[in-house]
């Protein structure tokens, strides 16, 4: 049985992780073939014409795509022109943005044959098994699957408690050998319950991890090689404080070409030792989701802020030089438009290496998702889902997010501006405001207006707004 396993990435310089982690179990715990296995990578601008056509020249029994928020238009377009081209490829999807709607999106794409409900490698291993023998998948757990017109349903798979059952993705066999990011998890799922959020998954056990001597020696696997970037892409990698510490001297003692590692932290879990170690480790870029400041959304999205152990955490990032990104969310419910200034102008005020502000899409199998109704949630129905009113916003509330999001874009990567929003009296969304009143033409001409409203002495702010300006024409 040939096996094709494909996605379209959103950035392609990351690994398909969840493809190695398939083929990994297909070929090490079921003994299938590696050559009757392929994978196959698409950028996002890849069309459905080109991804089906590499798809059928693969001569594949089963093709399964693994669909996210990115992909899923693409991807569903790609499978009906293969299902045209060769009726009797049985198609398989799992991934985020399928399996948490998986009977309605059956019934939306009659060329689907199954979807994965929730964590793939297991079931899909099964779902092989059944086929290879002729048997019936009404005793898979997990998924969904087509049968005479009708869409079965085979309940919920169970939990998978001991991670390490899963074959290693990060092997000789499976490795790149082209320079990319290399994403590698030490847990998965998440014990917090932010209702905006799909790491939890709705798992009774909300938090897995992996064998630190397996997290050890794949991490060890890909420092020995010539890689672009390490990313442990847990939910949050110092959910276990003491257990981050160790992999931090781990990578520390091994990672001798400086190898650069991004990861995602709860700033809350953030102490003196850990932010040295990561400092030691070479952790080159650090995502920090703060999302709102206000007490009464945090309430309506249960979602967890300790204050002041959030600036005992980031005190510490800074200490140590790491840069990090602090990052909010627009457009949740509860947020107003001036209590969403109020979380900028505090995210700013920690000068943040970046600050990144998100619009809030309202994921499918989520608990917002389920919650919209009663909170007058309104987004849109097709992916990203981004939102466009809720109880607390109108769509004009929801429109000056996008224009704060564009801002952004233009205003951040200049160290002038950085300089200009740690000016006395100066908040970051006066800033940000004079952008959106009337966005300028050069950074020059921008400095120099809102100097001159704000009566600022601008013979410092023109000369860094003149040099930014030259360098990045260049």
């Known amino acids: ?64 795509f693994s669909c996210y928020v990115w992909n899923i238009r693409v991807l569903m377009h790609a499978a009906a022109r293969i299902k045209a081209h060769e009726p009797s490829v049985t198609i398989v999807v ?25 964590e793939g490698e297991i079931p899909f291993c099964e779902i092989i098994d059944h086929w290879q023998t002729g048997a019936d998948l009404d005793d898979v757990p997990g998924i969904c699957f087509r049968r005479d017109g009708s869409v079965v349903d085979t309940g919920d798979a169970p939990i998978l408690l001991d991670l390490n059952q899963l074959a290693s993705p990060h092997t000789v066999r499976l490795a790149t050998t082209e320079k990319r990011v290399v994403c590698i998890e030490t847990q998965r799922g998440c014990v917090f319950r932010c209702s905006f ?59 001798h070409q400086r190898i650069p590692v991004h990861t995602e932290v709860w ?90 502000v998100f619009p809030l899409m309202v994921l499918p199998g989520t608990e917002l998702w389920r919650k919209a109704e009663g909170l007058h949630l309104a987004y849109n129905a097709e992916p990203p889902y981004y939102v466009r009113s809720h109880f607390s916003m109108d769509e004009a509330d929801i429109e000056y997010g996008w ?36 966005p300028p033409e050069s950074l020059p001409a921008f400095v120099e207006r809102f100097c001159a409203k704000k009566e600022i002495p601008p013979d410092f702010y023109r000369a860094s707004a003149s040099i930014e300006a030259v360098a990045s024409s260049r």
């Open 1 to 64: 049985m040939r096996i094709c396993l494909a996605t379209a990435h959103c950035k392609p310089a990351f690994i398909p992780l969840a493809l190695l982690y398939l083929k990994a179990c297909l070929v090490d715990l079921k003994g299938l073939p590696d050559e009757d296995v392929t994978i196959l990578e698409f950028g996002p601008d890849a069309s459905a014409e080109e991804i089906a056509n590499q798809v059928v020249a693969t001569h594949a029994d089963v093709v399964a």
């Open 94 to 118: 799992g991934g985020p943005e399928v399996g948490p709607v998986a009977a309605s999106t059956l019934e939306r794409y009659p060329e689907l044959d199954v979807v994965v409900k929730s």
């Open 197 to 255: 959020c799909f790491y939890n998954k709705d798992l009774s056990i909300r938090n897995r991890r992996f064998d630190l001597e397996r997290v050890k020696r794949e991490i060890r696997f890909w420092l020995e090689r010539d890689v672009q970037e390490l990313y442990l892409m847990d939910p949050v990698f110092n959910l276990n404080a003491e257990r981050a510490k160790e992999i931090c001297r781990f990578i520390a003692a091994h990672n």
């Open 267 to 356: 700033a809350e879990f953030i102490d003196d030792e850990l932010a040295s170690l990561m400092r030691e480790a070479h952790f080159s870029y650090i995502e920090v989701g703060l999302q709102t400041t206000d007490d009464s959304v945090l309430a309506t999205v249960e979602r967890r802020l300790r204050l002041q152990k959030f600036l005992d955490g980031i005190g510490y990032l800074k200490k140590y030089d790491l840069i990090f990104e602090v990052q909010l969310i627009y457009g949740l419910p509860g947020e107003t438009r001036e209590t969403f200034r109020k979380s900028l102008n505090f995210a700013a005020a920690l000068d943040p290496s970046v600050l990144s």
């Open 403 to 438: 224009e704060v999001n564009r801002a952004l874009g233009w205003l951040e990567p200049f160290h002038t501006v950085r300089f200009l929003r740690r000016e006395q009296g100066i908040t970051y969304t006066e800033i940000v405001d004079e952008w959106i009143g009337s």
